[in-house]
Each structure stands twice: as C-alpha cells, then as structure tokens.
C-alpha cells in the first residue's frame, strides 16, 4: 500500500504544480477568451453537476471504454495471428500500412454513412484510431518471442492455448501494454472528434456549445474535465500495468542490482 501511495504522489505532483502556475499567471487576467484559472473553476463547479455527468460524461466514458476494450480484443488477437506467421505477415503487412496511414477523423464522414450518427459510429471511429498502436506492437512482440523457448516448449510438448497464454503472450506482454498505453490517448482524443459530429451529447458536444455560445469559461472547464479524465485514466492504467506487468518490472531490477 505504500508503494501505491508513492506513485501515486509521484504522479500527482507535476499536476499540483502546473495549476498553482496556471493560478499564478491568470490570477489577474480580464481576457475574455483566457479567463483565469479562478473562473474556470468557478464555473466548473456550476457546469459539472451531477445532471451533466450524466447526460455528457457517463456516455463519453462508456463510448470510450467500448471502443477501446474491442480495439484491445481485436488488435491482439490479430497481431497473435499476424506475428506468428512470416507468411501471413508478408500477406498482411502493406494493407496494414495503407490503413494505419489514414487519419481516423478522415473517416468520421464516411462511417456516418454507414452506421449512422448514434453511438456505434463514434465507437467505430475509437476502434479504427485505437487498434494500430497495440496491434503494430503485438506483432513484433510475437515476434520476438524467444526461439529457444518456443523450442523448449515443443519439445515438452507444450503447444495450443497453454503456449500461447504462458509463453507468447506473456512474453509479448510489455509491447502490448506499451500499444495499449498509446492507443488510450489516441481513443480520449477521437472520442471528443467523434462526439463534435452530429452529436446530442457527450464531453465533445458540450465543449463546442460553450464555445458556439460564447460561454468561454464553461468551454475551458470541458477542456479541464478532459484532462482530468485522461490523467485518472492513465493512472489507473498504469496501476493495472504494474499489476500485470510485476514480473517483468521485478525481471528488470533484478538484472540492474
């Protein structure tokens, strides 16, 4: 418990002391369009009752948590397949690079056409941004499993689903986890693009109402709302990454000392 209160202060400390600069700096300002941090906060409390966390917030997270989750099942899973056979990656590898080249935003207009403007497209726009990262860093980290351990394992005739779990994935793990890391700044970020198209509700559609009404500091305290959402997100992450990941990271002191 000790150690998950130091990280913890650890990640919270830049945090606190980005706010009392930006309290500092904006402290005096009558700007219209940079209000002070005083303000922003102000009007937080106001906007960000528990009536809007539930019409904006709540949807934008579940959006959110959706498209990543199936964009985590449908990377590993095709970079398990891809990574394990040099045919299949040959096969594969040039349409992937022409996919993994087009923006996702490009696409909003098009998956519109298809899925309509309800909650599945701006889930499939958080799948199609999401799925690269992790599925580009499964790939090589299949790939790089150790080929004297797939060999050790085939001759204890170790093959089939305990291979794959005890020794492909968790050796690919730390690269998962680093696509992962990426791909959830990626899914925070298309989650407010999708939700600027067409949208009823969610974190991106507030945000553009404030600004379309001039309501600038309630626009600025969406922004706020976003980067706290991200921060919490990531440092749960991160607690779910040290726990899955605790013998890798013991691996790596041990090899230090």
């Known amino acids: 418990m000790t150690a998950i209160a130091r990280k913890v202060a650890a990640a919270l400390a830049l945090p606190v002391v980005l706010f009392a600069v930006w309290w500092l700096a904006t402290g005096s300002s009558e700007n219209f369009y940079f209000p002070s941090l005083r303000v922003i906060l102000s009007s937080f409390g106001e906007v960000w009752t528990g009536d809007r966390l539930v019409t904006d917030v709540l ?44 923006p996702p935003p490009v696409l909003v207009p098009i998956i519109m056409l298809f899925a309509g403007i309800g909650d599945v497209m701006k889930i499939v726009v958080i799948v199609f941004g999401c799925v690269w990262p992790i599925l580009l860093n499964t790939v090589e980290g299949v790939r790089a499993v150790d080929g004297v351990l797939l060999d050790t394992a085939r001759s204890y005739g170790i093959g089939g689903v305990a291979r794959l779990r005890h020794l492909v994935l968790r050796s690919a793990s730390p690269q998962i986890f680093a696509g992962m890391r990426q791909a959830l700044s990626l899914g925070i970020i298309l989650m407010v693009i999708s939700e600027m198209f067409a949208a009823s509700n969610g974190l991106g559609f507030a945000i553009v109402q404030f600004q379309r009404s001039f309501a600038i500091p309630s626009m600025w305290s969406g922004i706020l709302l976003l980067g706290i959402l991200g921060f919490l997100l990531s440092l749960v992450f991160r607690l779910v990454e040290s726990r899955a990941l605790s013998w890798y990271h013991g691996l790596r002191r041990s090899q230090r000392s």
Do not use: K
């Open 59 to 102: 949807p934008s997270v579940l959006r959110l948590l959706c498209g990543y989750l199936a964009a985590v099942v449908i990377a590993v899973t095709a970079g398990v397949v891809i990574g394990s056979s040099p045919r299949i990656r040959a096969f594969a590898e040039p349409a992937l690079e022409f996919l993994r080249a087009i």
